[in-house]
């Protein structure tokens, strides 16, 4: 199956070379590419693509309220979303996310992580550049005010692991190294871990990790 991808971006030069990274690899083709954000949305509701990857400060709409249009809260069908910057700052991270982001990258983060992000949004997964994981997490817990839900079950002592691995941004493949396991292995503790915290992807497992204070 080919991943259908559409780029937002208002920097000629940075459209072309995200869609040739992505061209490049197999099984991702680029629908196509846009320069402002209201174009980035007309386009992703007429294509209909797999994942929009889209650029925070574009004109006439900017990345993260195109992405609230096309995957906030109540949006019907919302769509896989990853969002990339130059900028490393917390409130466009937040902003994303609160947007409905399943990602969240600095262009510094080169062609692997990139692609790595593509696959994971268009899987229903979130995946966040490490470089800002750890930060990012701490300051939501802070900022939340909601009381920590409890899970449906207690963590078995392999799931607190995976668990402090994720909330540390590490990718499944680094999980499994770090632990010595296999990759379906993390992937099983990742489903239990999201059915016990009610999760809906790693970003989520993540906060839960940080505002129940398991990474104090």
């Keep these: 199956m080919t991943l259908r991808v559409l780029i937002a971006d208002d920097q000629v030069l940075v459209r072309t070379g995200l869609a040739m990274i992505l061209d490049a690899q197999d099984g991702i083709e680029v629908v196509d590419q846009v320069a402002d954000g209201r174009s980035a949305v007309e386009q992703a509701r007429r294509l209909r693509p797999d994942v929009c990857l889209f650029d925070i400060r574009m004109p006439e709409l900017?990345?993260?309220?195109?992405?609230?249009?096309?995957?906030?809260?109540?949006?019907?069908?919302?769509?896989?979303?990853?969002?990339?910057?130059?900028?490393?700052?917390?409130?466009?991270?937040?902003?994303?996310?609160?947007?409905?982001?399943?990602?969240?990258?600095?262009?510094?983060?080169?062609?692997?992580?990139?692609?790595q992000a593509i696959h994971a949004a268009a899987q229903g997964d979130a995946l966040i550049a490490p470089s800002v994981t750890a930060r990012l997490l701490s300051a939501f817990?802070?900022?939340?005010?909601?009381?920590?839900?409890?899970?449906?079950?207690?963590?078995?002592e392999r799931e607190e692991e995976v668990l402090r691995t994720v909330a540390r941004g590490r990718t499944n493949a680094?999980?499994?190294?770090?632990?010595?396991?296999?990759?379906?292995?993390?992937?099983?503790?990742?489903?239990?871990?999201?059915?016990?915290?009610?999760?809906?992807n790693r970003v989520e497992i993540a906060m839960w990790a940080y505002e129940s204070g398991r990474m104090n």
């Design 174 to 200: 680094e999980i499994a190294a770090e632990l010595y396991i296999s990759l379906s292995t993390v992937k099983t503790h990742l489903a239990s871990l999201m059915t016990k915290l009610g999760a809906r």
């Design 62 to 115: 900017n990345g993260i309220e195109a992405t609230r249009l096309l995957a906030g809260p109540g949006v019907d069908e919302p769509m896989a979303v990853v969002v990339i910057t130059t900028f490393d700052l917390d409130e466009y991270v937040h902003g994303a996310l609160k947007a409905g982001a399943k990602g969240f990258l600095l262009k510094d983060a080169g062609p692997e992580l990139l692609v």
């Design 141 to 156: 817990a802070d900022s939340a005010a909601n009381e920590v839900r409890q899970p449906i079950e207690p963590l078995t």
